[in-house]
Structure formats: C-alpha cells, structure tokens
C-alpha cells in the first residue's frame, strides 16, 4: 500500500507569514491529492482536490501544487482563523490514505 | 443543502457488535459513493471503508477488514457499517462523508457528518 508522509508534523508561525506543509507518498498517485483543514472540536473540511484546485468557498490564501509524490499545501498569509490540523489524502485507488496530519498553530 | 447524520454510536463491550447509519439528505444519493472516515481520540484521520453507488465495489481498510460491513439503502437514502468483534482500537469518532464527485469512488471528500462516538471498552 502507498504510505503518504507529512512534514512537518506541527508548526508554529506568526500572522501573515507563508506557510507551508508537504505531503510525500510512497509512490506515484500523479494528481490524486487532497488537502483536509480540521479546526479544533470541528468536522474535517475539504480544502484542495487533484492538487491544485481550491474547493468552491475556500480562501485564495489557500493554494496547492505537486503531482506524482510530492505535494504541498500552502498558506499565503496566515490567518487566526487558520489554526488548524492539516491532512493530505491520496484518492487514486484504495486504500484512501490519509497522511499523519500537519497541526498549526499562532506564535 | 447537504446534510449528513451519523447515529448509532455508543458504549460496546470487546467482541460486541454495533451498526451505524447515516441518514443523507439534500442531494440525489444513489449518485454519490458514500465513505466512513473514522478518527480516534486525538489521532488523525483514517479512511475505513467505501461503498460505490449500486454497492458494486466496496473497500475495507485492512485494520476492518472481516470485522465491518458496508452497505447503502438509495430507497431510504441511508448508509451503513455493521461493526462486528470490536476492540479498543476501534474506538473512536465513525464520521460518514460523500464523495466529491458523482458516480465514482475515485473521489476527494466534499461532505461530512458531525460523527458518531463509538466506545470499545469493558
């Protein structure tokens, strides 16, 4: 089974900066990617699929990139409302993996 | 709008069975692969089973495997896992999530439930 890898598995960063999380599997899914933001005490919610394409109603600060084995989620200018646990999915073939989770916090 | 709600959830001894549902509403669910997701207490998430539209291809998670069932009702626009010989590590939150897009498996997931809390423990 294909294995996706996060890094790193947390961070801290202060409002505005650029941050940036990757996801790495095992082996190639070409564009097969999704990001997941789940805020504390709250459902999963759907940020980016194929990679690259921002799910209708998601913030332009959110963009991703990568095919094949490496990805990357990136914000922009981190925002308050930004803190959150970050996953990446691969949705190529089963099974659906889920990466470890990225956890982002305000310093 | 969208709206999917888990129930069935609860306290269940090791070995016992349990069967969850998720009631789907809002959109045309015999279109729409249908996922359970689960989470335990504070661990990520992993993916536990999916089931395609005319229940044609179904996957387990090897950790499920033998133990869970999933099955649809598009009549009663309902989703289902049959839990069967639960064990600790199968405590946690069982959230029901729609596919992205319709009539594949091969699909990101765009709709979530609010969960259902399931308890393994004697």
């Known amino acids: 089974d294909i294995q996706m890898t996060q890094s790193p598995s947390s961070l801290s960063a202060s409002v505005g900066d650029r941050v940036t999380i990757t996801c790495r599997a095992s082996?190639?899914?070409?564009?097969?990617l999704a990001w997941y933001q789940q805020k504390p005490g709250q459902v999963p919610k759907l940020l980016i699929y194929a990679a690259s394409t921002l799910q209708s109603g998601v913030p332009s600060r959110f963009s991703g990139s990568g095919s094949g084995t490496d990805f990357t989620l990136t914000i922009s200018s981190l925002q308050p409302e930004d803190v959150a646990t970050y996953y990446c999915q691969k949705y190529n073939s089963a099974p659906w993996t889920f990466g470890q989770g990225t956890k982002v916090e305000i310093k | 709008e969208v709206q999917l709600v888990e129930s069935g959830g609860g306290l269940v001894k090791p070995g016992g069975s349990l069967r969850l549902s998720c009631a789907a509403s809002g959109f045309t669910f015999s279109t729409y692969s249908m996922n359970w997701v689960r989470q335990a207490p504070g661990k990520g998430l992993e993916w536990v089973s999916s089931i395609s539209t005319s229940s044609s291809y179904i996957y387990y998670a090897d950790s499920v495997k033998g133990r869970f069932t999933i099955s649809r009702d598009n009549a009663k626009n309902s989703l289902y896992l049959q839990m069967n010989s639960l064990r600790a590590e199968d405590t946690a939150v069982y959230y029901c999530?729609?596919?992205?897009?319709?009539?594949?498996?091969?699909?990101?997931?765009?709709?979530w439930g609010q969960g259902t809390l399931v308890t393994v423990s004697s």
């Open positions: 999530a729609r596919a992205r897009f319709p009539t594949t498996v091969t699909s990101p997931k765009d709709y």
């Open positions: 082996q190639g899914i070409s564009n097969y």
